[in-house]
């Protein structure tokens, strides 16, 4: 019996299939706002669900309790569901996988997740994580990659990632996913370790455009540029009321500078990548002709 449960089987163009996890994976909740923010940008509806009863410990990620009309108890049980959006003018649509790590069980679990990619015709599956890191908050968020296709990095712009050390379900995924012939990539955004307030909009919002490059999918996120500046500045703010911190912060950027200086020159896109990006956002945009 399978581990996936479908509510329907839409008819979709070769989706990109977007994952991300709550919980470890998730520093400052900003993999799951991402992927959260791309959702709401598509309304997509969902299409089937991971049942959590193999999954999931139920006594560290509990069911919540909520009230329907002011009377009536429910029980919502933490699952992850998937959803899909048609996306006119992209050259796919998409599939969105949310929900909390799960507990047990990680390669049936993954096994599930290639089961729904491989039902949907996905022709790539991009995880997002991120992970807590010495970065100062004033810099730009560092995205670094994994791929099934070691070019697929390069040609994305990402930076390799050199880790070694305990994963989470994002690095099992991705694993699982290249070694059944899946086309993978795993996006990581760096969090700085001394901001606590979650969701963390600016490495949200990092991620949402390392997305963009890799699905070939536009989304509008001016809300969220607009909450990740409002972000910077209240962080500013409160890292300036504090000398230490302020010392600390100023050392993390002295450091993040003298790497930026060290490193090889940026490679900038061709003049076509321009173009074709270009053209894809005009045909996605609201009224433009499908």
């Known amino acids: ?5 479908w509510s329907q089987r839409p008819s979709l163009r070769r989706p990109v299939l977007v994952a991300a996890f709550g919980g470890w994976n998730d520093a400052g909740d900003a993999a799951s706002a991402a992927v959260e923010f ?4 598509f309304e997509p509806r969902e299409i089937a669900h991971i049942d959590p009863d193999e999954f999931i410990d139920f006594t560290s990620v509990r069911p919540m309790v909520t009230l329907s009309e002011g009377r009536t108890r429910e029980i919502e049980w933490p699952a992850t569901t998937i959803s899909a959006a048609t996306v006119p003018g992209a050259d796919g649509d998409l599939a969105i996988l949310q929900g909390a790590e799960p507990s047990l069980r990680w390669r049936r679990y993954s096994e599930a997740v290639v089961e729904a990619a491989r039902e949907l015709d996905a022709r790539m599956v991009i995880t997002l994580g991120s992970l807590l890191a010495d970065v100062p908050h004033t810099r730009p968020v560092s995205i670094s990659g994994i791929a099934s296709d070691g070019a697929l990095v390069d040609r994305l712009g990402f930076e390799h990632t050199s880790y070694e050390g305990p994963t989470g379900i994002v690095g099992v995924l991705q694993h699982v996913c290249a070694e059944a012939g899946l086309t993978s990539v795993s996006l990581w955004a760096s969090v700085p370790h001394y901001v606590a307030a979650a969701p963390n909009p600016k490495v949200a919002l990092a991620l949402v455009r390392a997305f963009e490059g890799a699905a070939g999918v536009v989304v509008d996120a001016g809300e969220l540029e607009s909450a990740a500046d ?3 500045r209240q962080v500013s703010a409160a890292v300036a009321s504090d000398p230490e911190v302020k010392a600390f912060v100023e050392r993390l950027e002295s450091a993040a500078d003298e790497e930026v200086e060290d490193s090889p020159p940026v490679r900038l896109p061709s ?6 990006d270009f053209q894809r956002f005009l045909r996605q945009r ?5």
């Open 286 to 290: 609201p009224g433009a002709d499908s």
């Open 1 to 5: 019996m399978s581990d996936v449960i």
């Open 38 to 41: 791309i959702s709401a940008r």
């Open 230 to 232: 409002d972000y910077e």
């Open 271 to 276: 003049a076509d990548a321009i173009a074709n």
